[in-house]
């Protein structure tokens, strides 16, 4: 009998009480994509629907030996009380601490062919006659595919992308708290290194002073964009700045799983008038897409009033804009537009934005003389309008040479 086809008793474990995710609707979301079950097998959704776990040893790399991490969660239409986790051996002192809120668990897996071969053995106690089922084509590996599709003759496994995306697209006040407290305290880290730095600092040496600044604040860095001059290179580097010379800042940083994404401009020295024109008018497209948020409101209508107002300007060949969604993961729902950086279809363009959705706005312009210049913001949809996460430091900030 080899490794993957070891059928391992389930532990009972002690257990979080509440489901904390939308069963309902994660039910009716495969019910109209015509799926039986899904095999969840990416971290970020593995999370959402654990109620914010991630296990912590494999917090930066899925690799080991000649295999990878890789966890599963098993869910059975209409039966979210009976799904399964299975996952690595050490996670094992997780569930002694309740982190888990389904009751079976597999603990006995270090493969991603065993974790397959797992939810084979899973699938065909629990749900025998399902024919259709679901996994995140991108977060899985064909090593693990394999083992599923010989396991699971006569079983169809179809891509569950969609549904489990659009389960995550509406927030709870428990995200959004999150959403609001990474975003609030990503500017507050960048408006910080802005003041602590001037003449001669290097683009590296403020990437790492905001990782730091971040990390203070109870936020996990993830990256720094950053631009100089009239450089439009975005990497952390030797790069000086000098008088006169513009800054951006860019940067992720999270809370929890949860976002702060957000761009803020600074200057070694003042801003002279036309500086002060262009990032006026970059706030002004900026404010614009706010204008139509709310809930019921047409998904696509948050690029009419910026894209009319990119078609007037001067700097229409060198400004871009786009919106869109934010949370666990950058470009997540809703879609407003097919014309993003990241490629995906326009699912919410003619759809209602709902509240509780949140929204990532922003706006660039390279400019030949003075360099990147670009406003990214956060807001939440509400039933009357938007609210906006971290909004301080939206002007030029000035920093003596």
Not at 3 to 8: A, I, Y
Not at 150 to 176: C, F, I, M, W
Not at 362 to 369: F, I, S, V
Request: net charge negative.
């Amino acid at each position: 009998m080899t490794m993957e086809s070891v059928e391992e008793q389930p532990i009972v474990a002690a257990r979080l009480p509440d489901v904390p995710f939308d069963a309902a609707r994660l039910d009716g979301l495969l019910d109209d994509a015509g799926l039986d079950a899904v095999l969840v097998t990416s971290k970020h959704n593995i999370q959402y629907m654990l109620g914010g776990y991630r296990y912590f040893f494999y917090a930066n790399m899925d690799a080991h030996g000649l295999s990878r991490y890789l966890p599963c969660l098993v869910y059975v239409k209409g039966r979210s009380r009976e799904a399964t986790y299975i996952a690595s051996p050490m996670e094992e002192h997780e569930r002694e601490l309740g982190k888990f809120w389904v009751d079976s668990t597999h603990f006995n897996n270090m493969t991603s062919r065993q974790t397959a071969a797992t939810a084979v053995s899973t699938l065909r106690h629990c749900a025998p006659r399902a024919r259709r089922i679901g996994i995140e084509t991108s977060f899985l590996p064909v090593d693990a595919y394999e083992v599923l599709r010989d396991g699971l003759p006569g079983v169809s496994l179809e891509s569950a992308t969609l549904p489990l995306e659009l389960l995550r697209a509406v927030k709870t006040q428990a995200e959004l708290t999150k959403l609001e407290d990474a975003s609030t305290k990503v500017v507050e880290a960048m408006l910080a290194v802005i003041g602590q730095h001037g003449k001669g600092a290097t683009k590296a040496n403020i990437a790492e002073a905001l990782r730091y600044e971040e990390t203070v604040r109870g936020v996990t860095f993830d990256y720094c964009l950053i631009t100089m001059g009239q450089s439009f290179n975005r990497a952390p580097s030797g790069q000086a700045w000098r008088e006169g010379e513009v800054l951006s800042l860019d940067s992720g940083g999270n809370i929890g799983g949860y976002i702060g994404d957000l761009c803020r401009m600074a200057i070694l020295g003042e801003p002279d008038a036309e500086l002060e024109d262009l990032l006026a008018e970059i706030n002004a497209i900026q404010m614009a897409a706010r204008g139509p948020v709310r809930a019921g409101a047409r998904g696509g209508d948050v690029f009419a009033a910026p894209e009319a107002m990119l078609a007037r300007s001067p700097h229409r060949e060198r400004l871009d804009f786009v919106a869109h969604g934010m949370g666990i993961v950058s470009h997540e729902a809703p879609w407003l537009t097919g014309r993003s950086a990241v490629p995906y279809e326009a699912y919410h363009a003619n759809r209602p934005l709902e509240a509780g959705m949140v929204l990532s706005i922003e706006t660039t312009l390279l400019h030949p003389r003075r360099g990147f210049i670009k406003l990214e913001d956060t807001v939440a949809v509400t039933e009357t309008g938007w609210t906006a996460f971290g909004d301080a430091g939206r002007g030029w900030n000035s920093v003596g040479g």
